[in-house]
């Protein structure tokens, strides 16, 4: 089920795998990091147990092609570090319309990346995602931390900008990963392959936006870099952080400005959204009123879609 | 995982085609179809997929005030050379529900080629003649049936589930074609007659069925004569159509208020 282009040697390679979910910030980071290194394609994974077809090329009335989302792994050699990458366009699911991993499919999934692992002696397995919190798109994200064993937490609280769990006001170090992120955590830990999962904070109220959210994936790859000792230019990722963050700006603006919303609404968002800018831990809101919120943005970022797709 | 295929008895089949109709198509076309081959053939049931593994079983549907129970059906009559397969389209494991379909369509009935039956809603009047649109799975397959007038589509986009088992028929060497009737988008919630004619007209040429359309021809007639009357009672309704049938289009709101108005005159007409 997996195809390899390649049998390159690699001396003790670390993996990073990225998947799609909020803000897109777990591919975003992976794939960065994959163009920055001039990581070349290893293999992938067959699709046809995983996923459907996304698309069709019918020409002149002949099937010509039918596309699959692709689950590639690459590699690079690189001074002081070997790397495995395997960057996913879905995940798989037994039940359709879900956008993160369920089910039998998805355990396969992670045990096949677990495979390639074995077979080039992986170190070490690194995922990435996004942590949803209370912060605001114009603070720093900071990158939560979950290892699949206690030997790495010491390890972990030395690098900047990360958080364990067990920081997290209110959490008392319990959470729950959703999707192929954290089921690859506890599918290494069976096969004893240590594995992190860094995520990136995104603020709550983006969580429904049809927009990556670099700004976390940048906070992602400034870490992993970090840890593996490997130097990239990071700038590319930065100016493309700007540019989302002057579109949640202006989207923002509108919805405050939005007569579909009654007055009183609007003002309760904007207070909300406006106090995130001073914290950054959970607790000045609360889960009811998050909801609430989420609801009106969410109904907001629905009608814009719509708009743009009457627009074409 | 347990194997999704029972098959009750074994077919009688040789250099077969399979015909593949589904369920809940617009126009409910694949049924009809299928509904009418059947009939034809005298098909009998001889196996089936079974559908714990493909639909959410979840609870039951009712339908015309009885329970039913999706299901994934293959048939055959008198002809041995023609297999049908009616289904609900899965509503997860695609993959492993064609692949079924495909391992029983070789294994048990030596299928040679496959044709699926699906509806292209489209803006034409119920008075216009209906094209009928094909993909094939492969070139030599389009060659052989250029005499048929069938009409060649050119697209891109997300695949339907025909085009997925043609897909998977290809990788098998199995020549396949997908039939899409133009069916008229103000009968696509109720029955389209005249496309449903369409396909039939052309498995009647291609297996040489002698197939008798003289039911389908009242079918047409009646509904025709429907849609006369309700032209009659609703000038409105006569507006839109008549600007259907001198070649113009509808705005959506237009499309709409058509859509509904033949809709519901047409199942008051059915009770």
Same mark, same amino acid.
């Given at each position: ?5 390649k ?68 590699y ?17 699911s ?50 939560w931390?979950?290892p ?88 590319p ?26 007055q ?20 000045p ?26 627009a074409? | ?18 015909i ?24 009998r ?97 389009q ?36 039939l899409? $009737? =133009? #069916?008229?988008? @103000?009968? &696509?919630?109720? +029955? ?39 032209r009659?009672?609703? $000038? =409105? #309704?006569?507006? @839109?159509? &008549?600007?259907? +049938? ?15 108005g ?10």
């Amino acid at each position: 089920m997996i195809k390899y282009c390649k049998e390159p040697e690699l001396e003790s390679p670390d993996l990073i795998c990225g998947w799609p979910g909020i803000g897109r910030i777990g591919t975003l980071a992976v794939d960065y990091i994959r163009r920055a290194v001039k990581a070349e394609e290893l293999g992938e994974i067959e699709p046809l147990d995983f996923f459907e077809p996304n698309k069709a090329i019918i020409l002149n009335g002949l099937l010509n092609s039918l596309e699959f989302p692709s689950s590639k792994f690459y590699y690079r050699k690189t001074d002081k570090k070997d790397l495995l990458l395997f960057i996913a366009e879905e995940q798989p699911s037994n039940e359709s319309a879900k956008i993160y991993a369920v089910g039998e499919k998805a355990y396969q999934l992670a045990n096949l990346v677990l495979d390639v692992a074995y077979k080039f002696k992986c170190r070490r397995i690194y995922t990435s995602g996004a942590a949803i919190t209370q912060t605001h798109h114009t603070l720093p994200p900071r990158v939560w931390a979950v290892p699949n064993s206690e030997e790495l937490i010491d390890e972990l609280k030395d690098y900047e900008n990360i958080v364990l769990m067990s920081d997290i006001e209110g959490r008392r170090g319990q959470g729950f990963i959703i999707g192929l992120n954290g089921l690859m955590l506890g599918a290494a830990r069976k096969r004893n392959i240590q594995s992190i999962c860094l995520m990136g904070e995104i603020p709550y109220y983006l969580q429904g936006s049809p927009w990556p959210y670099p700004k976390a994936s940048m906070a992602v790859v400034k870490v992993l870099t970090h840890i593996l000792g490997i130097d990239i230019d990071i700038r590319p990722l930065e100016n493309m952080s700007g540019k989302v963050e002057e579109t949640i700006d202006s989207f923002l603006q509108n919805l405050f400005e939005s007569e579909a919303i009654p007055q009183q609404i609007r003002d309760q968002i904007r207070d909300s959204i406006e106090k995130m800018k001073s914290i950054n831990t959970s607790g000045p809101i609360t889960k009811e009123d998050e909801r609430r919120i989420m609801g009106h943005i969410d109904e907001f970022f629905k009608k814009r879609k719509k708009g743009n797709e009457g627009a074409n | 995982m347990k194997e999704p295929i029972e098959v009750y008895r074994q077919p009688d089949l040789e250099n077969a085609s399979l015909i593949v109709g589904w369920q809940n198509s617009s126009g409910n076309l694949g049924s009809k179809v299928v509904e009418y081959l059947s009939r034809h053939l005298q098909a009998r049931t001889f196996g089936e997929i079974e559908p714990v593994q493909f639909f959410p079983l979840n609870g039951v549907e009712v339908e015309n005030n009885i329970a039913k129970m999706p299901f994934s059906r293959f048939s055959s009559g008198d002809r041995k050379d023609l297999v049908i397969f009616e289904s609900e389209p899965p509503s997860f494991d695609k993959y492993r529900f064609l692949k079924s379909v495909l391992d029983t369509g070789e294994y048990y009935c030596k299928i040679k080629d496959l044709y699926t039956i699906d509806g292209i809603v489209s803006p034409i009047s119920h008075t216009s003649p209906r094209r009928l649109w094909a993909v094939y799975s492969d070139g030599d397959f389009q060659k052989r049936l250029r005499d048929y007038e069938l009409e060649n589509i050119t697209w891109e986009g997300p695949p339907t589930l025909s085009s997925f088992l043609l897909w998977l028929a290809q990788n098998r060497g199995i020549p396949g074609l997908s039939l899409w $009737p =133009e #069916i008229s988008f @103000y009968l &696509s919630a109720t +029955e389209d007659p005249k496309a449903v004619k369409s396909v039939l007209s052309f498995f009647n040429r291609r297996f040489d069925l002698g197939l008798d359309f003289g039911d389908l021809d009242s079918q047409i007639k009646t509904q025709n004569g429907n849609l006369a009357l309700l032209r009659k009672e609703n $000038p =409105e #309704i006569d507006d @839109y159509i &008549s600007t259907l +049938e001198v070649g113009l289009s509808l705005n959506e709101d237009d499309q709409l208020k058509l859509a509904q108005g033949v809709t519901e005159f047409l199942e008051k007409m059915l009770v």
